[in-house]
């Protein structure tokens, strides 16, 4: 198995979260996309969307969407929960990440962190829907220590991968406790590793 990921990224480092707590052998391939990595011929060959992370089985299938890969990952393990209902919450939760929560907190990292003159005008916004995004993570970990099933799954993978780095992108996390208090819950793992680890 590989896994074609660029690790300072965090929907790279959902996937490689994952990875480690299942125990699970794999060969990292590094893709750097600021130097347009992803977006070669042959990279490509393997997912036209030129996006990382890039899951590539033994057999040459590939699998791409970090969401997508933790989802393929969890099946049967801990990490998914077993009723419908849970798994449907899971889902909400995984889609929130990728359609309101990533697009802001994510992308205001990406802009700050490489100093994106041309796209500042930009943040004022990102800030004002990743605060928002905070709001609705706040309200729903004031009365849960997890986000779906009752248990650490892969929605609270998926919502960590850039929630733990919201403040390189200029958010300020003193005023969510319960976010706060449920990253430290969640880091408390054995096989925790940090985003630039492999």
């Known amino acids: 198995m590989k896994l074609y990921d660029y690790l300072p990224s965090g929907n790279g480092y959902k996937v490689r979260l994952l990875l480690s707590y299942l125990s699970i052998d794999y060969d990292l391939v590094p893709i750097n996309i ?33 969401d997508a890969i933790l989802y393929f990952l969890a099946e049967g393990t801990p990490y998914w929960p077993a009723s419908v209902f849970d ?11 990728q359609y309101t929560h990533e697009p802001s907190i994510a992308v205001a990292r990406y802009i700050r ?3 994106m003159a041309t796209r500042k005008a930009e943040l004022p916004a990102l800030m004002t829907k ?20 009752g248990g650490r799954s ?15 992108g200029g958010f300020d996390l ?17 096989k925790h590793v940090l985003i630039t680890d492999t």
Do not use: C
């Open 174 to 190: 003193s005023n969510y406790p319960a976010v706060s208090a449920w990253m430290d819950r969640f880091k408390d793992h054995p």
């Open 130 to 149: 990743g605060y928002r995004a905070l709001d609705v993570m706040e309200t729903q970990l004031n009365n849960n220590h997890w986000f779906a099933g």
């Open 87 to 97: 798994q449907a919450q899971t889902l909400q939760w995984m889609f929130f990440e």
């Open 154 to 168: 892969i929605a609270d993978i998926a919502l960590y991968g850039y929630t733990h780095v919201a403040e390189d």
């Open 34 to 66: 600021i130097k347009g990595e992803s977006q070669t011929e042959a990279f490509k060959a393997k997912n036209p969307a030129g996006q990382i992370p890039l899951l590539e089985l033994a057999d040459g299938r590939t699998l791409s969407q970090s």
């Open 113 to 115: 962190h490489y100093a």
